[in-house]
């Protein structure tokens, strides 16, 4: 047996054709047919049995954890109301979006109709929403009671100023949330000409930046979804597949999961762009793949990298990939809280530098990493020379990277919570860059 068969041969085979890309399709739409058949037993059987064993070993994982209960969200809006006597705003303005999601839970798409909520220092919350989206708004507002409807000829924005008088706010500061679209921002100042715009973002930041320990249990369930999706895709794959057979195999896992997934796939030299490119990209034995992606829990996102190679690595590869573990336990050393955020990108870049890797951002091109919770960027940022305090309980991504161009890349990433003592990562590093799961 030679070494290529030898490696090969415990791997649990998911097509044994030369035309991959061809039967995965087949494979996900039999699934779906599944589903939809009231005569359903032996086509669910069927199709369960064409899922490669790694795959359809995986269950469903999301209900394991809790939602965020109606306390904690009563408990934002209270905290969000000390933030802005704290900062002297006097109220808040906040459209659709991950914002909306948190303090209330109301999921409302982005438009051109003007709708979203009205908070201020004190009292219950104020939304504002077409007139004939009224009942649909009021099937999923679960904190006040207080809706003011506007008719497709009306002007909302006189609305808007009309409400913030009545609740005492006809001069003073209006926070804008980051996520308002300028044209209701400007909206707004015309209609309230007396009221100051100030940005939002002490408060929703200030409230979002810090997790609560439900926050982190769902952010934590997240992330073992993905990893969980990661480690039996590899089982799954074969030199011979394209990038787009891999991404197909990571729908059908987290399918299994109960989750929604994806990620970007990466293989070769294309690996060096650390967002990768859209060319066509096929997997050989010996050259690097990186997955880089997410799935998400009751709203929260995950978001891990694996940069592994099928086969035998190089021994420069192998190189690289040590450096970049050693540069992220750095990085996760010096998320101690009382520190700055700068200085967790710091302590990577100097190991990535130090082992002639640089210098600054020659071949490490990018940020350490970001704030992870309803959105997959948000606040704060690790970046060179940000004074922003680290605060216990921040959740950040770690994800140090060396990317040499035309050759390779290695990213590793992931996700932490900030404590005293350094940053704990939600899963555990990836060992080695041929065996990426252990």
Request: glycine content about 10%.
């Amino acid at each position: 047996m030679d070494q290529r068969t030898q490696f090969f041969s415990g791997r649990r085979r998911f097509l044994q054709s030369a035309a991959l890309g061809a039967a995965v399709l087949p494979l996900a739409a039999g699934c779906a047919r599944a589903v939809r058949d009231p005569h359903g037993a032996d086509s669910a059987a069927a199709a369960e049995d064409a899922l490669p064993p790694s795959i359809a070993a995986l269950s469903p994982t999301a209900g394991k954890v809790a939602p965020i209960g109606d306390a904690e969200y009563r408990a934002r809006l209270a905290r969000a109301q000390r933030l802005m006597a704290e900062r002297g705003i006097d109220a808040i303005f906040v459209s659709a979006g991950s914002s909306l999601r948190y303090f209330v839970d109301l999921d409302w798409w982005a438009g051109e109709r003007t709708a979203g909520l009205l908070l201020t220092r004190s009292g219950e919350p104020v939304y504002v929403t077409p007139a004939f989206e009224r009942d649909r708004a009021m099937e999923q507002i679960r904190f006040g009671s207080d809706i003011r409807t506007w008719q497709e000829d009306e002007d909302p924005y006189r609305l808007i100023a009309q409400t913030l008088r009545e609740r005492g706010v006809a001069t003073g500061t209006l926070g804008i949330e980051e996520q308002v679209p300028f044209f209701m921002a400007n909206g707004i100042a015309a209609a309230a000409p007396n009221l100051a715009q100030v940005s939002a973002t002490p408060v929703t930041a200030g409230c979002r930046a810090v997790k609560s320990e439900a926050e982190i249990a769902i952010l934590q369930a997240a992330n073992d979804a993905t990893l969980a999706a990661y480690r039996a895709v590899w089982g799954a794959m074969e030199p011979g597949m394209t990038r787009d057979d891999v991404q197909r195999l990571l729908a059908l896992a987290y399918g299994r999961l109960g989750v929604r997934g994806s990620a970007s796939v990466n293989v070769g030299p294309y690996s060096a762009l650390p967002h990768g490119s859209r060319e066509p990209q096929r997997i050989d034995e010996g050259t690097v793949v990186m997955i880089d992606g997410g799935c998400r829990v009751h709203g929260y996102t995950s978001d891990i990298t694996r940069s592994f190679v099928l086969g035998r690595a190089s021994d420069e590869m192998k190189r690289v990939f040590a450096i970049v573990q050693e540069a992220q336990v750095a990085a996760r050393e010096a998320a101690r809280t009382g520190g700055k955020m700068g200085d967790i990108d710091a302590a990577a870049r100097r190991v990535i530098v130090d082992a002639g890797y640089g210098p600054g951002y020659t071949y490490f091109t990018h940020r350490l990493g970001h704030g992870i919770g309803l959105d997959m960027h948000e606040w704060y940022y690790a970046v060179g020379g940000s004074e922003q305090p680290i605060l216990d309980r921040m959740t950040l991504s770690d994800e140090p990277g060396i990317y040499l161009p035309g050759k390779f890349g290695v990213r590793l990433e992931e996700c932490m919570v900030t404590g005293p003592e350094g940053g704990r990562w939600f899963t555990p590093q990836s060992p080695s860059i041929e065996q990426p799961f252990g």
